[in-house]
C-alpha cells in the first residue's frame, strides 16, 4: 500500500520511519505529509501535543516570543484589550488595576487620583484637595472661602457666613478668620464685603 503522509499535527523528519511524532505544544502544522512543524507565533500559543492550528492569546494575555504552549497574564497596573496581543499595556494616568489577567483599567474612584502611568494602586486626595470625579490624575485644591479636611474628599467645606479665607488648598476650618468690623460676609467668602455707605455694624464676625 505504500507509505502514508503524516497527518495535520504530526510530523515525520526521518527515512525509514515506522510512525508519525505529534508536533509538540508550542507548535503546530495544517498539512500533510510534514517533515517538521511552525512555532507557535508571537501572541498565539499551542497547548496540546499534535495540534493542527494555534490559538491566539486572550484579551488579559500577551506573549512576544515564538513557540509557547501558554499566554503571560497581563501584569498588575497593566492590561491587554485584544485577542493575539504580543504585548501588555500600562494602565494611563487616572486608572489603575491591581490584578493579574484584566483587559482594562479602573478609573480612580472620586476622592481619589493615579498620577502615574502603570499604576497598581489609587491615591487619596490630601487635607486641603479634593475631588469629585471618576478617573482623575490629580486633585483640586480648595478654593479659597473653604477648606478640606480629611483625606479622600469628594467636596470641599464652605466657611461659615461671617468667616473668611483668602488662601487656596485649606485643610483646616481653622484657618476662616473672623470679618472685621464694618464688615461681613455670605458662606464661602474669600474677603470680607465693606458695609456699603448707610450701614454699619460694629462687631466681628458677622
Do not use: K, R
Amino acid at each position: 500500500t505504500g507509505c502514508m503522509n503524516a497527518s495535520v499535527g504530526h510530523y515525520v523528519d526521518t527515512n525509514g520511519s515506522s510512525s508519525q511524532t505529534p508536533c509538540a505544544a508550542g507548535t503546530w502544522n495544517n498539512m500533510t505529509g510534514q517533515s517538521s512543524c511552525t512555532p507557535a507565533s508571537p501572541g498565539h500559543y499551542v497547548g496540546t501535543n499534535g495540534s493542527s492550528s494555534q490559538t491566539p492569546c486572550a484579551a488579559g494575555t500577551w506573549n512576544n516570543m515564538t513557540g509557547q504552549s501558554s499566554c503571560t497574564p497581563a501584569s498588575p497596573g497593566h492590561f491587554v484589550d485584544t485577542n493575539g496581543s504580543t504585548s501588555q499595556i500600562p494602565c494611563g494616568l487616572g486608572t489603575w488595576n491591581n490584578i493579574t489577567g484584566q483587559s482594562s483599567c479602573t478609573p480612580a474612584s472620586p476622592g481619589y487620583y493615579v498620577d502615574t502611568n502603570g499604576s497598581n494602586t489609587q491615591s487619596e486626595c490630601l487635607p486641603g484637595t479634593w475631588n469629585n470625579m471618576t478617573g482623575q490624575a490629580s486633585c483640586t485644591n480648595a478654593s479659597a472661602g473653604h477648606y478640606v479636611e480629611t483625606n479622600g474628599s469628594t467636596f470641599e467645606t464652605p466657611c461659615d457666613a461671617g468667616t473668611y479665607n483668602p488662601s487656596n488648598g485649606s485643610n483646616s476650618s481653622a484657618d476662616c478668620g473672623d470679618v472685621p468690623a464694618g464688615s461681613f460676609s455670605e458662606p464661602g467668602a474669600s474677603a470680607p464685603t465693606p458695609c456699603s455707605i448707610g450701614t454699619w455694624q460694629d462687631q466681628a464676625g458677622q
